[in-house]
């Protein structure tokens, strides 16, 4: 499975970080057995949409300017628990 921040793939980090600290468990997070990964990011967009249907554009891009942020730390933090 891989995990994307936008930029690059991140399943690398988590393997790397779960052999590490987790002694290569998968966390039940990580796993989905309940149909495909197309069908499951689908539903998750809906609900998203549907949390953000009435925000203003500003709300909006607000929310994807900390979205991007809050990535970029949780890489940095990933690189730091597995260096």
């Known amino acids: 499975m891989t995990f994307t921040s936008g930029w690059q793939p991140v399943d690398a980090y988590l393997v790397q970080a779960s052999e590490k600290i987790l002694e290569k468990k998968e966390l039940e997070f990580y796993k989905w057995n309940n149909g495909e990964l197309s069908e499951l990011l689908q ?17 909006k891009d607000q929310c994807l300017e900390e979205t991007e942020i809050s990535f970029k730390y949780s890489e940095d933090t990933m690189k730091l628990i597995i260096s």
């Open 43 to 59: 539903n998750a967009r809906e609900k998203l949409n549907k949390v953000a249907q009435d925000w203003s554009r500003k709300e």
